[in-house]
């Protein structure tokens, strides 16, 4: 069976694994970086591929996907711009790549090939049209409809993070402001929690915050174990997800709408009341609404889907 080079670079690790071609991880390497220059991520992918061949020597891949962090056009595989390679502008990566590594390359935006990997793979499989949102520290999105990513005529479809929620609201990284972002990404999160502990709400994570620094996953746990406070900082994140999601329904109307990332690991706290503001927002479409669920792939998601987009997207040469 024909073998890919699937790889992920963001801002803090480069990821690369071997994978079948119908999406099974053969091995896979991380390595952590400090997201400096493009140059170094191509080396260091091209490391780990190595590495990986090396270890395998059975295995040799054909293709080679990647799934990048930050504002990519898809279609010429250039990353113009991210927020988390704060260096990084107009890099070639494609052709960059494809030379360190020798194969057939393809370049997308990470949060797109983590959705293709969900499409074809997991929470939307069997799907016909899906989007999916990634919640962390940013907030990604990918669009597959009738088996493929929606680019746009740019290349940079499916930024759903950056729709606008709040006309009036705070700057973002990318330059606009009140992006959904900024209202749902984890720092929120913990901002909302913190603003309830100085309004001097009786929370445990008060005690929490006067150890150390608050983290998404403390709301989240204290929401789980029934604290009232952390309870409703994650069901106003939700609202707002929702609110956002009720946007993705009337334009794009998909099937599912999945939610992985760090955040959605808080679970349905958080999914439920995002598909009550969906609902309430969905201008009377009953119950004709998306499935809204959670993420199946985890962490190597970015690096599978970047893989099968080699699969599907690439001549195998
Ligand atoms: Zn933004």
Known sequence: MELLLGVDIGGTNVKAGLVSGDGTVVASSMRGWSGGEPDEAVSLAARLAGELT?????????????????????????????????????????????????LRTLVDNDANAA????????AARGARSAVVITLGTGVGGGIVIDGRVYRGAHGFAGEIGHAVIDIDGAACACGGSGCLEGLVNARSLVARA?????????????????????????????AGRGDAVAGKVV???????????????????PDVIVVGG?????????LAP??????ARACGRGPNLPRVTFAELGELAGMVGAALLARDELDAA
């Open 115 to 122: 959705a293709y990997a969900e499409y074809v793979l997991g």
């Open 274 to 279: 995002a598909r009550e503001e969906m609902a």
């Open 54 to 102: 090396g270890a395998h020597p059975e295995a040799a891949p054909t293709r080679c996907g990647t799934g990048c962090a930050g504002l990519v056009d898809g279609h010429r595989g250039t990353v113009l711009r991210s927020p988390n390679l704060p260096t990084w502008h107009d890099v070639e990566l494609k052709a960059m790549l494809s030379a360190a590594l020798g």
């Open 262 to 270: 760090g955040v959605a690991a808080v679970g349905e706290p958080l």
């Open 194 to 222: 913190n603003e309830a502990i100085e309004e001097g709400a009786r929370t445990s994570l008060a005690d929490v915050a006067r150890e150390r620094t608050l983290t998404a996953k403390d709301v989240g746990d204290a």
């Open 235 to 253: 069901a106003e994140t939700g609202r707002v997800l929702g609110a956002g999601l009720a946007n993705l329904i009337q334009v794009l109307d």
